[in-house]
């Protein structure tokens, strides 16, 4: 072969090459960016002072879906595991995919290392986020909303 495919073939290895760490690096920034200032700025949900206990609702979307509904307690953990608060039927929800608890006056959800992870809202967590009245967390495809 001429040794000007060789000098190409060269070229454009080197240009995949940085194109992969270019590509690598833009979604590595992407998921360690901080969240938006409209998210940030949001004002923290006053507590309720009614007898209500909070609960998690699961929503119905698909006809095959069942509603459901739980008192959250000190610690719960949805998965698919038959041992776990909130059992989900979705093939797509890890074992033990989420864990619901209250700490310091506050609801909070936290993943537990699930494949698919946990979103609330729409935006994935990859650490332990307060709840607010009307929130939606999808684990797998079900999606749960933290109602008081």
């Known amino acids: ?3 000007i495919v060789y000098v190409t073939l060269r070229y454009v290895f080197l240009g995949l090459l940085y194109a992969f760490l270019a590509l690598a690096s833009w ?8 969240a938006p200032a409209k998210e940030a700025a949001r004002a923290p949900a006053r ?3 009614s007898g209500r206990k909070a609960k998690v609702v699961l929503l119905g979307d698909a006809p095959f879906r069942r509603q459901g509904s ?4 000190a610690e719960m953990v949805v998965g698919r595991a038959p041992e776990c608060a909130i059992c989900v039927e979705d093939e797509f929800a890890s074992n033990q995919h989420a864990r619901i ?4 006056g506050g609801y ?3 993943d537990l290392g699930s494949t698919n992870g946990t979103y609330v ?3 994935r ?3 332990p986020t307060e709840l607010r009245y009307g929130d939606r967390i999808r684990v797998g495809r079900t999606v749960l909303e933290f109602r008081r």
Do not use: D, F
Request: hydrophobic share 30%; glycine share 4%.
């Open 70 to 73: 739980w008192e959250v307690q």
């Open 121 to 123: 809202n729409g935006r």
């Open 47 to 49: 507590p309720r002072k």
């Open 108 to 110: 909070y959800v936290e």
């Open 27 to 34: 979604l590595i920034y992407r998921e360690l960016r901080p």
């Open 1 to 3: 072969m001429p040794e």
């Open 125 to 127: 967590i990859n650490y």
């Open 101 to 104: 608890y209250r700490a310091e």
